[in-house]
């Protein structure tokens, strides 16, 4: 009875938090739009019993989810986005793994210190961080004028409002994701291991890359989807630093509830960005199965 709690908890968490709202959003983006409030119709009425349930099937159709296909925004806002947060998980990943393997190989009483300052950020409001952007990347922001001050530029760069700068805050934004999976699978590394690649002839860049490398795999992987999938439909750091001309489905989504007022459309969005999201996870976490079993 014990087991089969701890079993069921997770499960009931990802039904309460995670199938319900997938489901009441699928239904919505199955739906028409219609001036009323909730603005969609068909509405389900369970007081109408087996009755309504048949009329609200009935009405039910895909036409949110073919509008997406006549018009080219969606798509360049998918494609714009998964560009996006590709390239920001792969700088992400440059600059996470070095402080990941050097904080790894740090003396043990330095490791608490250097995990509070990766964590630190987080005692800050996420939109003051991103503010803070604003005025260091602005033509009169701090970068601007270091730069003019060591006589590099002779004017202002535009930074602001550009997909440079959207990189650059998804990248400051996410490190810490990127940095504490790898660290925590470089921990336990053995150093032992690195010793006997040396003793057996390979350099340390060659130890490098084919021990600690493959080692730090799964804290790689992890970090990369952390940082990849909530970058996809980020829509605070767009809006602030790339301004209107960086296209991102997220933007696209809030436009649609907020502004269109088209929820239908808008949750249609919403579910094909999560199939996007959950395929490739879904088809890891297969492999991933199949090597296990493999080496058992």
Known sequence: MRRLVVIAIPYLWLIALFLIP????????????????????????????????????????????????????????????????????????????????????????WRPTLMMLVILPFWTSFLIRVYAWVGILSNEGVLNQFLMALGLIDSPLQILNTPTAVYIGITYTYLPFMILPIYAALERLDGALLEAAEDLGCSRLTAFWLITVPLARNGIIAGCFLVFIPAVGEFVIPSLLGGSRTLMIGKVLWEEFFSNRDWPVASAVAVILLLILVIPIALFQRNEQKQREAEE
Request: glycine share 4%; hydrophobic share 50%.
């Open 22 to 109: 997938f489901v009441i959003v699928l239904k919505i983006a199955l739906s028409d739009t219609a001036l009323a409030i909730p603005p969609y119709m068909p509405q389900f009425d369970i007081s109408a019993g087996w009755q309504g349930i048949r009329d609200f099937f009935s009405q039910l159709d895909f036409e949110n989810f073919v509008f997406l296909t006549t018009d080219d925004l969606y798509w360049k806002a998918y494609l714009s986005s998964v560009q996006i947060a590709a390239i920001s998980t792969f700088c992400t990943l440059l600059i996470g793994f070095p402080i990941a393997y050097g904080m790894a190989r740090a003396p043990e009483e």
